[in-house]
């Protein structure tokens, strides 16, 4: 300790912090070209963190400060973890609930259905879909005065 209170560390202790971030870095490169599954995720998550501690503990000096910088420091930990559990809880359970369609399938499943009641009351069998539904619109506007070919 100094005179002042404040924790000087060797120069040796900073360069070997700086290069195991710099070894954590290549690190975390690597692991991201390997195909992890879900685990690439909490593996770059894992050593981000490692790096940050390293930072905060080392450049930060909390390491060597009072107990009441750490007790933040965790606090600030714990409501991270309560966030990323949160956000990851939302995201994984997104697929339980089935999505409504949206304008565009609606649209296309209202003409679809048209096209085909206009035409097995014609008695004309579909077989193909129709992609375009400007062509599908149009058609079934047709269909009322026996103009509309069907489309294959």
Request: glycine share 6%.
């Amino acid at each position: 300790m100094s005179e002042n209170g404040t924790h000087v560390l060797p120069l040796k202790i900073y360069l070997l912090i700086f290069t195991v971030l710099l070894v954590m870095t290549g690190v975390t490169v690597q692991v991201a070209y390997l195909d992890l599954g879900f685990m690439n995720t909490v593996a770059a998550l894992g050593i981000a963190c490692f790096k940050a501690s390293l930072v905060v503990l080392y450049f930060m000096h909390l390491r060597y400060s009072s107990s009441l910088p750490k007790l933040f420091w965790v606090a600030g930990l714990l409501w991270l973890a309560i966030l990323l559990t949160f956000a990851m809880s939302d995201y994984l359970s997104r697929q339980w609930i089935q999505q409504p369609r949206g304008w565009a399938e609606n649209r296309a499943a209202s003409l679809s259905d048209r096209y085909r009641s206009v035409s097995l009351r014609r008695g004309i069998e579909v077989t193909s879909t129709v992609v375009d539904l400007d062509q599908l619109e149009y058609c079934c506007s047709l269909s009322m005065h026996n103009e509309c070919e069907v489309p294959g």
